[in-house]
């Protein structure tokens, strides 16, 4: 049982290029969540998803696209990367709403823009 | 909007002596989680407290949910440098009567522990 599972691990990007992040869970979790965490600070919602098929945005959604086809996926999209989106991308995924289910994290993808 | 507010931001302590961060909420909360995030690390839930005054105790750590449900603690009694890292509490995002889904997470405490 692997759990959350984000790649790669680390990647370097120049400023204007895209790439997609990976996340994967294994849980059957129905929620799934992508948070950003710029050095010393705390979790910033990006965007979230209820189910397969449904996306929303969080706190800071401009500059990234997500995706929810599946249960199991929830890529994250940057389309043309600045240098304000360095930072550390969290993927979670969490059974449901009630109570409010503990999230579950990924290891996390260090994505630096130069 | 629905705050979470969590103090200290930082806090250095000799290992050994205890530690406290305190959690405090602009809404009432149905229930408070707390997550550890070691460095370098992502973060790692600690448990959840649902009920009004619950007190939860974990080895060398003890959770306490206020009796208003809009402030929670933890305590480390004795720490030791395996308790470094930051302290996250979380409390649901509320939309009318129902949990949205979402977590609306404090700032952080972290801890640095001197050997």
């Known amino acids: 049982n692997a759990g959350v599972t984000q790649t790669p691990k680390f990647r370097i990007l120049k400023i204007g290029q895209s790439m997609t992040l990976q996340c994967t869970q294994d849980?059957?979790?129905?929620?799934m969540y992508w948070y950003r965490q710029d050095p010393g600070m705390g979790l910033k919602l990006i965007y979230y998803s209820v189910g397969a098929g449904i996306t929303d945005k969080g706190e800071v959604p401009n500059g990234y696209n997500v995706s929810r086809s599946t249960t199991e996926d929830f890529p994250l999209r940057l389309e043309l990367a600045a240098p304000s989106q360095t930072s550390v991308y969290f993927c979670?995924?969490?059974w449901g709403r009630g109570r409010n289910q503990p999230q579950h994290f990924g290891d996390g993808t260090r994505l630096s823009i130069l | 909007g629905q705050q979470v507010m969590q103090i200290p931001q930082y806090q250095h302590v000799q290992e050994g002596e205890d530690f406290t961060t305190y959690c405090n909420s602009s809404t009432t909360l149905s229930n408070i989680q707390w997550y550890k995030q070691r460095p370098g690390g992502h973060p790692v839930f600690l448990i959840q407290?649902?009920?009004?005054?619950e007190v939860k105790k974990q080895k060398r750590l003890t959770f306490q949910f206020g009796e208003a449900k809009k402030n929670s603690s933890l305590h480390i009694t004795a720490t030791q440098t395996t308790d470094v890292g930051t302290y996250f509490c979380a409390g649901p995002e509320r939309m009318g009567s129902s949990n949205t889904g979402k977590l609306i997470f404090g700032q952080g405490t972290t801890l640095q522990v001197k050997p």
């Open positions: 407290l649902v009920k009004s005054g």
């Open positions: 849980m059957n979790h129905n929620y």
């Open positions: 979670a995924s969490s």
